[in-house]
């Protein structure tokens, strides 16, 4: 029997047999930011220093990531927060299976990191603490949001919940998080838009009733076509609105952050992006539980829904600008350290090579990040 698109991927999705609540997590499927690159992490971690210096270095402070996964945003934020030392010198890692970005090989034990210049100048940035104020490590409170169990060897300084707290004091991440939101899909048609139908089995689709009022404004504002164009099909992101506008509603004071490819109005894709990844490998979309079900995000229609809860504007930029914008330029070492330190060069090297594939254009460097102030002055270096 053929349902709604938004049904099929939260059963499919979120039931308790879905792709993101059993098995062993979404990183043995596809790759993203957090698992190409320990330099990710280590950006976010100096913004969540910024967010920290903007709060007045509250006792606790929050760091909440909703679609956790199972905790590996987390648990290298988590031993990187305490060490400046690695947030000088780089930490290695070794990435995960290829993804949604693009089938990237999988490679072993590169060391990745800021550039030291940006990551000495974060420290620098960071007053001492002294004996008046704790560190950050000591008052940092993890928090992951996901529907799957707690995996068994997550560290016990990390709470794991299947809602988003309230009262946040700090900062939310989430890092393809709102491209797994179900949503519907829609087709105009000489009558119209109309809801696509699709069993849940098989993948197949089927033109279903009209759409309703509310989704009709929301395509109207945020997807319009002409009143002759048939065939065009839609993602209708109302639903990734509610999400970030609850999610945003949730912070007391602090910073959200959405990391995520999607698209802005006036550049919507004719014939939609909905697809399905499993085992590093692009898919069909069919919604029976075994593979990923993701669809781009419309950016600006989500950014519109947590400015309006926070009341205050938001920046959007791609990944690339964020990242060398936190110290991540990717920028190769000079050839005179080959001669004087050969193997630091290549460490070096190697990490270039890792913030590269962070900031490429034609990857994950594509990505959106959508930062959204909550009662704390927005980063100038960012605003729009």
Not at 81 to 92: E, H, M, P, T
Not at 335 to 349: I, N
Not at 350 to 362: G, H, Q, W, Y
């Amino acid at each position: 029997m053929s349902i709604r698109w938004r049904d099929a991927m939260s059963r499919a999705l979120y039931g308790p047999s879905g792709f993101f609540v059993a098995g062993t997590g979404p990183a043995d499927h596809f790759r993203t930011s957090v698992h190409a690159s320990p330099a990710f992490a280590t950006a976010l971690l100096r913004l969540i220093y910024d967010v920290d210096a903007g709060l007045g270095h509250p006792s606790r402070l929050d760091v909440v990531d909703v679609g956790a996964g199972r905790g590996e945003l987390l648990r290298t934020l988590l031993l990187t927060v305490g060490d400046a030392a690695g947030l000088a010198v780089g930490v290695s890692g070794e990435p995960t299976r290829s993804g949604r970005s693009g089938l990237i090989p999988t490679r072993a034990g590169s060391p990745e990191t800021l550039t030291p210049t940006a990551s000495a100048r974060s420290l620098r940035d960071e007053p001492s603490s002294g004996a008046a104020r704790p560190s950050l490590a000591e008052r940092v409170r993890f928090t992951a949001v996901e529907y799957a169990s707690r995996p068994e060897n997550l560290p016990e300084e990390i709470t794991w919940t299947s809602e988003i707290p309230a009262e946040i004091n700090g900062v939310l991440l989430a890092t393809e998080w709102l491209d797994n939101v179900p949503l519907d899909v829609a087709v105009h048609t000489a009558d119209g838009w109309r809801y696509v139908l699709v069993d849940p089995e098989s993948g197949a689709e089927e033109i279903g009733e009209r759409v309703s009022p509310a989704d009709l404004d929301w395509l109207s504002k945020w997807w319009p076509t002409g009143p002759s164009e048939s065939g065009f099909r839609a993602e209708i992101g109302r639903s990734r609105d509610e999400a970030w506008a609850n999610a945003v509603r949730q912070i007391s004071r602090g910073l959200a952050v959405a990391v995520d490819y999607g698209h802005l109005s006036g550049d919507r894709p004719v014939d939609g992006t909905l697809t399905g990844y499993r085992g590093g490998r692009q898919v069909p979309p069919v919604p029976d539980g075994s593979s990923d079900v993701t669809a781009h995000v419309a950016m600006d229609s989500v950014a519109s829904a947590g400015s309006e809860v926070a009341r205050c504007a938001y920046s959007l930029v791609l990944q690339r600008e964020a990242l060398r914008a936190l110290g991540a330029d990717g920028g190769r070492p000079p050839l005179s350290l080959a001669s004087t330190d050969p193997a630091g060069y290549v460490r070096a090297l190697a990490a270039a090579s890792a913030v590269a594939e962070l900031t490429d254009p034609a990857g994950l460097g594509g990505h959106w990040w959508l930062r959204q102030p909550v009662g704390i002055p927005h980063e100038p270096a960012v605003a729009r």
